[in-house]
Each structure stands twice: as C-alpha cells, then as structure tokens.
C-alpha cells in the first residue's frame, strides 16, 4: 500500500518569512496530492491540492509542487501569519477521474508550523 | 450549504461497551469516508463507500468494527466490545459530486471516542 513520509515535524518561521514542507510517497500510482490544515480541536480543512498531471499550483500565500519521477510534493507557504500556526498534513491517493472512484487518503505524520511573531 | 456533521461529538464508553457513530455528508457527495485520527497522528484511511456499496474495508482494525451506509446517504460506524485501543477521534469525510469533476474530501468535526 501506499507510504507518506513527511517532513519537518515541526518547523518554526519569524512572521514573515516563508515554510516549506516536504512530502515523499511510495506508490507510483497515486496520482492526487491534498494538503490539510487542522487546528486543534478542529477537523482538517483542505487548503490546497495538486492532480498528477500538473507540476505546480499556486493560490494566493499558497504553493504546492509535485515531482512525480522523484514521488515528492512540498508545500510553499509566503509571508506566513500568526493564523498560519497549524499542524499540516500532505495526503496521496490513486482517483479515478472516470468512474469517480477513489482509494481512501494516505496521510503523513503531520507539522506543526510555528508562527514566531 | 451545510457541511459534513457528525454525531455525537464526544463518546466516553465503557471497556466492552458497543458504540455507534453517526456521519451526514454533504447533500449529493457520492463517496464517504471513514478516518481513525489517534491524538498527535494523521487520519488513517477505516473504509470507503461509494453510494451504499461498501467498496474497500481493508483499514478496519478488527472485525470489532463495521460500517454501514445502507441509503447511500448517512452512515454509521459501529464499534463492539471496544477496548481503550479505540480511543481515538473518528472522522468522516465526503467527496465527488457528480457532474462537477469536483473530488475534493471535506471532512465532518469528528466524534471523541474516550474508552475508560
């Protein structure tokens, strides 16, 4: 089955600066990548996904890439904010765009992104 | 529009008690998904329907635990005899609603199973 590794596991950054986290994953199949945000407490909230034939997508601070020959993705967040303080999750999953059937997500260990002030 | 609910929020349950789950999905989402979040991890993947058909089952822990989704709308998580092993929060998340191409998961606020 499906394996996500994710790193860092925690990853503290001076309001302003910018987050990068890395994501690794093992099944060449896989052709959908999400990126969740979860407060505590709270459900994940999508923030941001990529499908396998696109290399990369940005929206607004937001930026994901995926290297498919290498199975890596990273997540790039700009000009970070408090609210950004969060644990973040990459996920990969194999989606049939025909039938729309789907494998369920396969999710990293999660980071926990510190918003220095 | 109203998102994925679930029900209740927070369960405390007695070693061997049998608890049941409740998630609503997002009006017309055809997939649902159940997720088993252990405190500090990430969700891992319970099982999956598509409509009412239970199409991949193969994250269930035990056969303590069993899922149902028999109008192809709300569905149910159902947890026998449950050990404190099951404490955990238990997620469900809705996608694909057809015509739109759209996939995403969205997931409910989850359920707080406490087994004492």
């Known amino acids: 089955g499906e394996n996500v590794e994710q790193h860092p596991s925690t990853l503290s950054v001076q309001e302003g600066d910018s987050a990068v986290i890395k994501c690794t994953y093992s099944?060449?199949?896989?052709?959908?990548f999400p990126w969740y945000k979860q407060e505590l407490g709270k459900r994940p909230q999508l923030i941001i996904d990529i499908r396998s034939n696109v290399g990369e997508k940005k929206d607004q601070r937001i930026a994901v890439t995926l290297n498919k020959t290498a199975k890596h993705f990273s997540l790039h967040i700009t000009e970070t904010q408090p609210e950004d303080s969060a644990v973040y999750f990459c996920?990969?999953?194999?989606?049939?765009?025909?039938?729309?059937?789907?494998?369920?997500?396969?999710f990293g260990k999660g980071t926990h992104l510190i918003i220095q002030p | 529009g109203a998102g994925v609910s679930q029900s209740p929020r927070y369960k405390v349950a007695k070693r061997g008690q049998d608890v049941a789950l409740r998630c609503d999905p997002i009006s017309g989402h055809v997939s649902l998904f159940w997720y088993q979040q252990a405190l500090g991890q990430g969700p891992e993947f319970l099982t999956y329907f598509q409509n009412e058909a239970q199409l991949d089952k193969s994250g269930l822990p035990s056969d303590r635990f069993f899922a149902e989704r028999p109008e192809g709308s709300v569905s149910t998580l159902k947890i026998q005899r449950t050990q404190q092993e099951d404490s955990a929060v238990y997620l469900c998340a809705s996608s694909f609603l057809p015509g739109t191409g759209r996939h995403e998961q969205y997931f409910g606020p989850g359920t707080r199973l406490t087994v004492t």
């Open positions: 099944d060449s199949a896989s052709n959908y």
């Open positions: 996920a990969a999953s194999l989606f049939m765009y025909s039938g729309g059937g789907a494998d369920g997500l396969t």
